[in-house]
């Protein structure tokens, strides 16, 4: 968090040199865009000219010959004007909407790339504020600031040039106030931007308190907390309402001090013009075209201002859009091995061999980056259509060996053969395609029933998707809802029950017709009949398949060809269930346990 | 108008501050009028040589030292304008930051009221109530109703005040050049008017498919997983890829839209402008006016024009705040629990009779049923049964956190409806099943009840709940902090964290309400050891599935639909025909049944 404040403070070349690679596509919609908007800045200094053409030509010479004239030249200035105010908006917000989507586009693609190891250490929150706020912000700023900056520049040189043409020596006074006006609106713009940033700060602590105060409502009841909790956040509302009566104090110091400035600069027009009137030096027309002068200097001044302090922040969001875009993957297909075989989006099925289902871990070590190692040594062979239950604690590292199975992770020594192929001379989604994967926590896309158990095989019929249901008995529950199969599951499944979508989760894996499978088991408890259903969905689903199975369940566990007890990321016993019990060991407490446990709730919940 | 009238509520204490920046409004607005009259003067009357009309403006001239004396000394002038322009830069000041501060106090109080308010509504309430609505209401709908005051209102006002202000000067200026000049403002205004509420669709298309692209970048992250296992990176590409499409097309339209807006109010404006200049020539010409009115004309239009079109824009969305306003009224509408109602808060020792009670959470249908046992001060009482027989409906009554309809509940011989809720809590440890922690250190979620806490205390209770060790082995120990920004604790974690939390404040009344499902055999040992090795003792009550933990009861009952079917010690429920023998059995048959399979 520090760190990324201290960027605010300087505008980096570097950051936004790299920024520059990915503006290239854009380039002529920029060259276009700033064109219009010089075109805007000169248009704009141009109507204090015609005002001072009407006050010369006609109320001086006290005449309305010509007026007609004028009024059309007037007009097509109005109907210039319009038009580049429509091409401009409409231009930069197409730029706009283009590089968000394409950066976006990008950075989708990258996230889906990237290894599972990339997510092991970052929110889902955090990677969201970088694709949809910073992207939003970055695209923002990139495409409208840079084209007010050239209407601002644009718009002050018309409006000098102009006032050197009327007037060399009045426009030099009268000019006098920009650098003042300058300083100051860069010295408040940073001050404004600042305490914005502050406001928004708390704004998230604010929303994050209401946050607890719905979902704690129960323990704050349990332990009489009301009145701390309140007085807790009274103190971050208090700091909200200083903090954003400080903003708009200093906002509204900036406005009246650049608006008397700007009447200093009208007040030495008046009186330096006024004088050279009476001399005669210049016109009526060319005094009043002075003072709309100097009323329309302070806006772009004021534009530029806040431009620079935006690009600040928006420096901090591409620093942030670029680290992701840049990331490299951790597990990457060989060039060869692309070449062959195809890469995760443009994948070349038709040179992958077919997959038999035998398995070796030969000599896998595994340790995390920051140095923790997890497997050493580890050996381990499987026949196709075995079923291997892994068993152990929490952080025993048993995920860590479906995680390597998987290829989820590579491991940091050692090899992996699938039908004796090393697996890193093939694609990442060979072994991925010919798996079936069932999570502990059922995650399920919004969309119909259908369209989640279709993403297990997208050339899935309706008759294949009806077939997997009714193998794992979810065929009944989902006939039984009024929509049937055409069922919204809502936003992460959440319409149905955590039992429905184990089901459904079951049904995906299984629609794929994969050699290898991996199932997390729940350990949660459902109710008994979805609990006994699932159950046997498990038997039919791993029958004949390549498996790995953290097992929580009994009957799973009884039910598997092999038993491996992990402890410390070593195989402590090993063997089927009979073998392992009569060892009377560690499983053989294990099991006990877990035994009493659920027979203790079978009875229970008769 | 009713929320209206809740807006002024809300006021309260502020509407005096709130009228100031008002009157700032208009007194700022009313300087505005005045510069465009000094370039008029000073072009007509002191550079040229036409008589003052106005006696106002004639006897400030002669104040001044007279006609002449400043036609000398034109940087007179100058000083009046920078004067009024400061003059006018302190009430636009004034107005801002009164107007702030009395929206900013008044936000302050609608997010503290609703923020009480939320954790004040019965137990009930937040069983079934929908975060993600109320977080809505408590965040966009508050500030909402900021911008309406600190912004929207103020500046309407400031609006219309310029309007009123900047007619009459004209009018007294030149009544057929001020309808010139009011020629295509109301078409301006009714344009922006018509324009921003027929565009309010494309607003929320723009949103709703933002939305939609936002919810499909989230299921891609939540989900990495299934994507990656089944190798479906190049579907959910095509997938997002839709959606960011969508969004793109869709805010195009809008902003395309928008510049049409802003290109034909450009067009308005400025027509309204050259209308003003040509007609103005006109009549000088035609000797109707001097040069200096036409002068103050064109800067009078100029002004009015950015906040008639800025106008339409407003009002249309000042409706919002009212809608809002409504929202969260039906928030603090909600009745709320009395904590302290007859401040009864007699001593408690913990004995409790429960005598034929009944508890039902929908009329006719009750969750329990004559419930009637006996417990004395330092007892433990045990509850076995099936899910949903109404073993936690039965302890959440203790705390007051639901109400019995029939029969009597009595603590120490006092009846429990009669004392303070905050009291019976505050006397009651309820140890929850699913325990919430809040974002703070492990050590502030320890003495959550009572933070001035000494640290001595929080360790002998992270001790006692098994969890001591398990906090030193975090890098920060005591001060690591929960949560999505600090360590994320295993259910086993979360509820040791819970009984640590819950214990350090001594009660004389404990509820255990399975709060050690997570927590594997061996923990829940020790931890009912070091329970029972306190020094003061405290009546406990347990609610498991696990014969060990309630064996050690005084009083064991079996619930099943809401009645007590057994009632007894373990020595006597396990010569007794029933569910916790049946229990009890699988224990003892376990070995013969593990090796038969």
């Known amino acids: 968090m520090e760190k990324e404040n201290l960027n605010y403070d300087k505008i980096q070349i570097g950051v936004w040199k790299n920024f520059f690679k990915y503006l290239k596509p854009y380039k002529k919609q920029f060259a276009i865009l700033t064109l219009m908007m010089i075109a805007l800045g000169i248009l704009d200094s141009i109507f204090p000219l015609l005002t001072k053409y009407a006050i010369d030509n006609f109320v001086e010479k006290n005449t309305i010959a010509g007026i007609k004239t004028f009024s059309i030249v007037y007009l097509a200035a109005v109907i210039a004007l319009a038009l580049t105010v429509y091409l401009f908006i409409s231009k930069a917000g197409e730029l706009e909407m283009q590089m968000a989507y394409d950066i976006r586009k990008m950075g989708f693609e990258k996230l889906q790339l990237l290894p599972l190891s990339y997510y092991d250490d970052k929110a889902v929150g955090w990677l969201m504020s970088r694709m949809t706020s910073d992207i939003s912000r970055l695209s923002e700023t990139i495409s409208w600031s840079l084209v007010d900056l050239a209407w601002g520049f644009s718009m002050m040189i018309a409006v000098t040039i102009a006032m050197v043409r009327l007037n060399a020596k009045l426009a030099l006074i009268t000019l006098s106030v920009v650098p003042l006006i300058a300083i100051v609106s860069f010295y408040f713009q940073k001050k404004i931007l600042q305490a914005q940033r502050g406001v928004r700060k708390i704004n998230s602590k604010i929303t994050a308190a209401y946050n607890e105060d719905i979902q704690g409502a129960k323990t704050t009841k349990t332990l009489v907390r009301e009145e701390i909790n309140l007085e807790e956040f009274q103190d971050i509302t208090t700091s909200m309402r200083d903090k954003s009566i400080n903003a708009t104090i200093i906002s509204s110091i900036y406005l009246p001090i650049v608006l008397t400035l700007g009447s200093v600069g009208t007040a030495l027009a008046l009186s330096n013009g006024g004088k050279s009137v009476m001399l005669n030096a210049i016109s009526y027309g060319t005094l009043f075209a002075f003072i709309s002068y100097t009323t329309q200097f302070f806006e772009p001044i004021r534009q530029i201002a806040v431009i620079f302090a935006e690009l600040q922040a928006a420096q901090a969001s591409a620093e942030r859009v670029f680290s992701l875009l840049n990331e490299v993957p951790e597990i990457i297909d060989r060039d060869e091995v692309v070449e062959k075989y195809g890469d995760l989006l443009n994948p070349k099925k038709e040179n992958w061999p077919d997959i038999k289902g035998s398995i070796e871990f030969r000599n896998v070590s595994f340790s995390y980056k920051t140095g923790e190692t997890i497997l050493e040594n580890f050996n381990l062979k499987i026949q196709p259509g075995e079923t291997i239950a892994l068993v152990g604690e929490t952080g025993s590292g048993k995920s860590t060996i479906v995680n390597l199975f998987c290829r989820f992770y590579e491991p940091t020594s050692g090899e992996i053969l699938i039908d004796g192929i090393n697996y890193k001379d093939m694609p990442q989604n060979w072994i991925h395609e010919n798996l079936g994967y069932v999570l502990q926590s059922p995650h399920l896309f919004s969309g119909t029933i259908k369209d989640n158990i279709r993403y297990g095989n997208l050339n899935a019929t309706d008759e294949d998707v009806i077939q997997a249901s009714k193998l794992v008995d979810a065929h009944d529950f989902i006939m039984e809802t009024e929509k049937g199969y055409e069922m919204e599951v809502g936003e992460g499944g959440g319409l149905l029950s955590t039992g429905q979508k184990q089901l459904i989760s079951f049904a995906r894996a299984i629609v794929r017709n994969p050699r290898l499978f991996v199932l997390d088991e729940a350990t949660s408890s459902i109710d008994t009949e979805t609990e006994k259903i699932i159950q046997d969905a498990i038997n039919k689903v791993l029958d004949g398949r390549t498996s790995f199975v953290i097992a929580h369940r009994l009957s799973t566990i009884r039910n598997a060809d092999r038993i491996l007890v992990i402890r410390d990321g070593k195989i402590e016993e090993m063997g089927n269930h009979k073998e392992l019990i009569k060892k009377k060991g560690y499983y053989y407490n294990l099991y006990t346990n877990q035994f009493i446990e659920e027979k203790s709730l079978d009875v229970l919940s008769q | ?597």
């Open chain 2, 1 to 597: 108008m009713k929320n209206f009238k809740k807006l002024l509520e809300f006021m309260e204490g502020y509407k005096l501050i709130y009228l100031l920046g008002m009157i700032s409004i208009l007194i700022s607005q009313m300087l505005t009028t005045v510069t465009p009259l000094i370039l008029s003067t000073t072009v007509d009357s002191i550079i040229g040589e036409k008589s003052i009309s106005s006696p106002i403006i004639q006897s400030i001239v002669n104040l001044l030292g007279g006609k002449e004396l400043i036609k000398e000394r034109l940087w007179i002038i100058g000083l009046i304008l920078v004067f009024v322009a400061v003059l006018r830069g302190i009430f636009l000041y004034l107005k801002n930051t009164l107007a702030s501060k009395a929206a900013e106090n008044t936000t302050k109080k609608i997010r503290d009221r609703l923020y009480d308010h939320i954790q004040r509504l019965p137990y009930e309430f937040h069983v079934k109530s929908e975060t993600g609505e109320l977080i809505q209401k408590c965040t966009s709908d508050v500030d909402t109703i900021r911008r309406f005051l600190a912004i929207q209102l103020v500046e309407v006002a400031g609006s219309i005040f310029m309007l009123v202000f900047i007619l009459y000067v004209m009018l007294t200026l030149n009544i057929k050049l001020t309808l010139v000049s009011i020629l295509v403002l109301p078409i301006t205004f009714f344009f922006s008017f018509i324009f921003f509420t027929k565009v309010k669709k494309n607003f929320e298309a723009s949103d709703e498919a933002e939305a939609r692209m936002t919810t499909t970048l989230q299921e891609n992250l939540t989900g990495v997983r299934v994507v990656k296992a089944f190798s479906r990176q190049e579907f959910e590409v095509n997938k997002f890829d839709e959606k960011n499409l969508d969004y793109k097309n869709l805010t195009y339209k809008l902003i395309k839209n928008l510049s049409l807006y802003w290109a034909l109010s450009d067009f308005l404006s400025m027509v309204q402008v050259g209308c003003v200049i040509i007609f103005g020539s006109y009549l000088t010409y035609k000797g109707e006016i001097s040069l200096g009115i036409l002068i103050a004309f064109t800067s009078y239009i100029n002004m009015i024009i950015w906040p008639v079109r800025q106008m339409g824009r407003t009002l249309t969305d000042m409706g919002k705040a009212f809608v809002s306003l409504g929202r969260i009224d039906e928030i603090l509408k909600e009745p709320i629990e009395v904590l302290e109602e007859n401040h009864h808060e007699p001593k408690i020792d913990g004995n409790i009779e429960f005598k034929n009670v009944y508890f039902e959470y929908e009329k006719g249908k009750p969750v329990l049923k004559d419930i009637t046992f006996n417990i004395k001060a330092g007892q433990t009482i045990a509850f076995i049964g099936p899910t949903g027989s109404g073993k936690s409906s039965l302890v959440h009554l203790l705390p007051r956190l639901y109400e019995y309809n029939q029969g009597s509940i009595k603590i120490d011989g006092i009846e429990l409806n009669t004392i303070d809720k905050a009291w019976i809590r505050k006397n009651v440890g309820l140890v929850l099943q699913e325990p919430f922690l809040y974002a703070k250190t492990i050590k502030e979620n320890i003495r959550l009840a009572n933070p001035s806490m000494k640290d001595s205390r929080v360790f002998d209770a992270a001790k006692i709940a098994s969890i001591h060790e398990d906090i030193n082995s975090f890098e920060l120990g005591y001060e690591t902090l929960v949560g999505e920004r600090g360590v994320s604790l295993s259910g086993g974690q979360k509820q040791r964290m819970a009984i640590a939390r819950t214990i350090i404040n001594n009660s004389p009344i404990v509820i255990f309400d399975d709060s050690l499902s997570a927590v594997d055999t061996e923990t829940d040992i020790s931890i009912r050891k070091a329970l029972k090795e306190r020094q003061n003792k405290a009546t406990t009550f347990i609610i498991s599935h696990r014969i060990s933990t309630v064996s050690e009861a005084d009083l064991i009952l079996v619930i099943d639909k809401g009645k007590i079917i057994q009632r007894g010690t373990h020595n006597s429920l396990i010569n007794e025909e029933g569910l916790y023998k049946r229990v009890y059995n699988i224990q003892n048959s376990l070995d013969d049944e593990v090796i038969n399979l």
